[in-house]
C-alpha cells in the first residue's frame, strides 16, 4: 500500500506555476507570434508620421479610427498567412489522431483564443505607434512590454508563489506520510484499531478467536490497513494539492499584468495539460484501484478460510472488474475554470482597443 508523486518526468520538479521555458509548440508561439505582430504593426503609424505620409492619408476625409482598424484588418490579414496554415494544419491533424476528433471543440477554442491574443498586441502596438514620434521607439516600446510580461512577470510570479506558498521537500513529506502511518492521524495507531476491530467482530459473531469467525479476519484487516492508509494519502496529499491551488490563485492574479500568463493558462487547460487534469487522472486511477482493492479484500473475507494462504480467486471474480477507463472532464467544465483567464483576455483586449482608438484620435488633433 503505497501513493507516490510522479516520477522520471520533468512536470516532477514544476507545479503549474514554474512550467515556464519549456521549448514546446505552445511556449515557442506564445513567444514569437507577439514579437511577429509587433515587427508587422510597429511603423504604423509612427513610420507613416517620419515619412510625412499619414498627413496626406488623413486629408483624403479618412477617419483616424477607421484609418487604425484598416491597419488591424491589414496587418491581421498578413499575420493570417504565417499563422493561419500553423493553425489549421494542428486542427487537420487533430482530426486524423486516434481518438483526437473529440477534441476537436477544444482545438477551435485554442484557436479562437490565440487569435484574441494576437489583437490584442496587435491593437497595442498600434496605440503605442500613434503615440510616439518614431517608429523606433514604437519598436522599444512594445519590445520592452512583451520582454516584461512574457519572461519578468512570469518569473516573479513562480518566485512569489513559492515564498508566500511553499511546498514540503520530498524528504519532508515522505517522513510526515510514514509516521502518520506508524502512529496514525488522530494518534491511535493502525495495531490498536485492528484490535479493536477484532474484538468487535468476536462480539459481533459470540467467538471466541478469529479461528472460529464464519469469515476469515485476515480480510478484514487488509481492508481495514488499506482504508487507514488511505486517509493518510487523503490527508497529506489533499494539503499539498491545496497549495498548488494556491500557487496557481496566485499566478492567476499575475496575469491581469501579462497576457501572455492569462493564454499560457488558457493553453494547458484546453490541451490538455494542466494540473487540475493531472489531478483528475490520477484521483480516477486512485480510486478505481481502490475499488479494485476493496473487491479484492471482500472476496478474501467472505471466500476463503482462516489460514489458507493459497487461496486463489476464482475467474468470475476477474471476470467482473471493469478496465480502467479515464473520463476526462467536458469542453464546458473546462471554459467554467477558465473563466478568469478569459477575463483577464478579453479585458486587455478591451483595453487595448481603447488605446488604440483614444491615441488615434490625438493624432486626429494634433494633424488636423
Known amino acids: 500500500m503505497n501513493q507516490n508523486d510522479a516520477e522520471g518526468e520533468p512536470a516532477r520538479d514544476a507545479t503549474a506555476i514554474a512550467r515556464f521555458g519549456e521549448l514546446t509548440a505552445a511556449f515557442t508561439l506564445q513567444m514569437l ?3 511577429l505582430v509587433i515587427l508587422l504593426a510597429f511603423p504604423s503609424f509612427a513610420g507613416e508620421r517620419e515619412a510625412g505620409t499619414l498627413r496626406q492619408v488623413l486629408s483624403m476625409q479618412v477617419s483616424p479610427v ?5 491597419k488591424a484588418l491589414g496587418a491581421a490579414a498578413a499575420l493570417s498567412m504565417f499563422i493561419g496554415p500553423i493553425l489549421l494544419l494542428g486542427l487537420i491533424g487533430l482530426t486524423f489522431a486516434p481518438g483526437g476528433a473529440g477534441y476537436l471543440g477544444h482545438g477551435f477554442v485554442l484557436v479562437i483564443v490565440y487569435i484574441i491574443y494576437a489583437l490584442i498586441f496587435l ?3 498600434l496605440a503605442v505607434s500613434a503615440n510616439v514620434k518614431s517608429a523606433q521607439a514604437a519598436l522599444v516600446v512594445m519590445v520592452g512590454f512583451w520582454a516584461v510580461s512574457s519572461f519578468v512577470l512570469p518569473r516573479a510570479a513562480s518566485d512569489a508563489s513559492r515564498l508566500l506558498y511553499p511546498t514540503p521537500t520530498a524528504v519532508s513529506f515522505q ?3 510514514d509516521e502518520a502511518m506508524q502512529s496514525g492521524l488522530n494518534g491511535v495507531s493502525p495495531d490498536t484499531v485492528v484490535q479493536q476491530r477484532q474484538e468487535q467482530t468476536l462480539a459481533l459473531y459470540k467467538a471466541e478467536t478469529v479461528e472460529e469467525l464464519p469469515i476469515n479476519f485476515q480480510g478484514m484487516i487488509f481492508d481495514l490497513q488499506e482504508k487507514l492508509g488511505n486517509e493518510v494519502f487523503d490527508k497529506f ?3 499539498l494539492y491545496a497549495i498548488f491551488d494556491q500557487q496557481t490563485g496566485l499566478h492567476q492574479m499575475f496575469s491581469v499584468g501579462s497576457p501572455r500568463m492569462a493564454m499560457q493558462l488558457a493553453s494547458m487547460e484546453l490541451s490538455g495539460t494542466a494540473l487540475t487534469q493531472h489531478l483528475e487522472f490520477t484521483g480516477q486511477a486512485e480510486q478505481y484501484r481502490r475499488d479494485l482493492i476493496e473487491g479484492m479484500n471482500r472476496d478474501i473475507t467472505f471466500n476463503s478460510e482462516a489460514g489458507r494462504a493459497d487461496y486463489r480467486a476464482g475467474p468470475e471474480l476477474w471476470a ?5 477507463e ?3 472532464a467536458p469542453l464546458g467544465t473546462l471554459l467554467s475554470r477558465l473563466g478568469p483567464s478569459f477575463m483577464v483576455m478579453f479585458l486587455w483586449l478591451a483595453l487595448s482597443i481603447v488605446a488604440g482608438v483614444l491615441a488615434v484620435r490625438k493624432v486626429k488633433v494634433t494633424l488636423g
Open 326 to 328: 479515464y473520463k476526462p
Open 66 to 70: 477607421q484609418l487604425l482598424f484598416g
Open 320 to 324: 467482473s472488474i471493469e478496465p480502467f
Open 175 to 177: 517522513a510526515g506520510i
Open 33 to 35: 507570434l507577439p514579437l
Open 123 to 125: 491593437f497595442l502596438t
Open 237 to 239: 496529499y489533499g494539503d
